[in-house]
């Protein structure tokens, strides 16, 4: 029959869609390498000691509304996380509020600068996180892609992306993922993001940057943060710098995936004032969900907000980026071994996925003989291995690519 208001039933999301198919898949050997959350040894999801030890000081949280902006204790805290000692010298010309996730950060923003800033563009990494294009589509944004990987390279095509982004206009949007880029793995060095500082600044373009993986991608809260300090350095040095925002997510580096905790910082030039920037970003909040979800954003900031908590959060991080790292090593070794090729950008990416460079044909075949799961761009995530299923990964590959 006829849909409703002419609507087609749209795509299944494609991650979700294979999650649910690996959910009913019966196979004894089944492996999923879908998701972005991180995995134990044995597989299981892991709630960090840190967030554990919070939530039983929390026992008698409240139930009540926060405000709109939220909780401003976590969102200072969030701010000093990001910024580092540069946030004491962001006062009057940035406004932050705490948002529902990195999604709600990014979507926030992407509503905020349509409205206000006007960018004839949006240039988007090719590839990236697939929500950033449905992001700004629904923000009625043209989206560009800008070259960013390079699959014959494996490495980051940076004349193309300085190329790309040349062609923008000022007041367009150039979105950045801060570290451990989703879905490569590939980063730019800093004398790359030096050379996107100069760029925007020089074309009065806004960055969007998107940090979801801070401390998670290398267990250094502060390197993973480098490039986004190196922007905030930019605007207190220059009067003419045209600002720009973090969106900030705190899924993966607290393993708080279900409770929606994210904060959104925008910076001004330094000679304007970010308070009416930051009535309209509550105005945004109150509009769209009110206020944003308490619980998770309380047990953020008790474990930023005590020493003891947070030291024992870093040696979480530490857990978590160690087992990664090792288990891509390993497959790294296992790969070359399986099939005499070289595989070392395996392990040269950073951060929760690789990006192997198999193709859609080899990513069928591993599901439909194998029982293992991973995207169609050959993107895995690497925290699905563990040491009793990494032999039988390495070797379906191997079969696959023979
Ligand atoms: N940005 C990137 C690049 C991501 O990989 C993710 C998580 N997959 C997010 C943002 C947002 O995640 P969340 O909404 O859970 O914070």
């Not at 030890?53 to 990001?82: C, D, N, Q």
């Not at 590839?127 to 700004?136: A, C, F, G, V």
């Not at 761009?377 to 696959?400: K, P």
Request: net charge neutral; proline share 5%.
């Amino acid at each position: 029959s006829k849909q409703y208001l002419g609507l087609d039933v749209a795509p299944a999301d494609t991650a979700f869609g294979l999650m649910a198919n690996f959910a009913a898949d019966d196979h004894p050997k089944k492996v999923s390498l879908l998701a972005g959350a991180y995995r134990d040894e044995q597989g299981n999801p892991w709630v960090l000691p840190s967030v554990r030890e919070a939530k039983k000081r929390l026992s008698e949280a409240t139930h009540e509304y926060l405000g709109i902006a939220g909780s401003p204790g976590f969102v200072k805290l969030a701010k000093e996380l990001i910024f580092g000692p540069i946030s004491s010298k962001l006062q009057g010309n940035a406004a932050s509020i705490q948002t529902v996730s990195g999604t709600g950060a990014n979507h926030v923003a992407a509503t905020f600068l349509a409205k206000h800033l006007r960018p004839s563009q949006v240039f988007i990494p090719s590839p990236t996180w697939i929500n950033h294009k449905s992001i700004w589509q629904m923000a009625g944004v043209p989206i560009v892609e800008y070259p960013y990987y390079s699959s014959s390279t494996k490495e980051i095509d940076m004349d193309g992306m300085l190329h790309s982004l040349e062609q923008a206009k000022p007041n367009d949007v150039v979105i950045v993922q801060a570290c451990a880029h989703n879905p490569t793995g590939v980063d730019l060095s800093p004398a790359q993001w030096k050379q996107v500082a100069e760029l925007v600044q020089r074309k009065k373009l806004f960055t969007v940057f998107d940090s979801a993986y801070q401390g998670f991608a290398t267990g250094d809260v502060d390197g993973d943060a480098w490039a986004v300090r190196h922007f905030a350095e930019a605007v207190l040095a220059s009067e003419t710098h045209p600002g720009f925002c973090v969106a900030q997510s705190f899924s993966k580096n607290f393993g708080l995936y279900g409770e929606r905790v994210g904060a959104l910082h925008l910076v001004v030039p330094q000679s304007l004032s970010a308070e009416g920037a930051q009535s309209e970003l509550s105005l945004i909040a109150r509009a769209e969900y009110s206020n944003p979800p308490r619980y998770g954003a309380s047990i953020v900031e008790a474990v930023l907000g005590d020493q003891a908590l947070r030291l024992q959060w870093k040696a979480d991080l530490d857990t978590m980026s160690s087992r990664i790292h090792r288990m891509r090593n390993m497959l790294r070794q296992k790969l070359e071994d399986e099939t005499g090729q070289d595989w070392s950008h395996v392990g040269k990416q950073i951060g929760m996925f690789s990006y192997t460079g198999l193709t859609a044909m080899h990513v069928v075949r591993l599901r439909e003989e194998y029982h293992i799961y991973l995207l169609p761009s050959g993107r895995v995530s690497i925290c699905g291995l563990n040491e009793s299923n990494i032999d039988y990964v390495a070797q379906a590959i191997g079969q696959v690519l023979r």
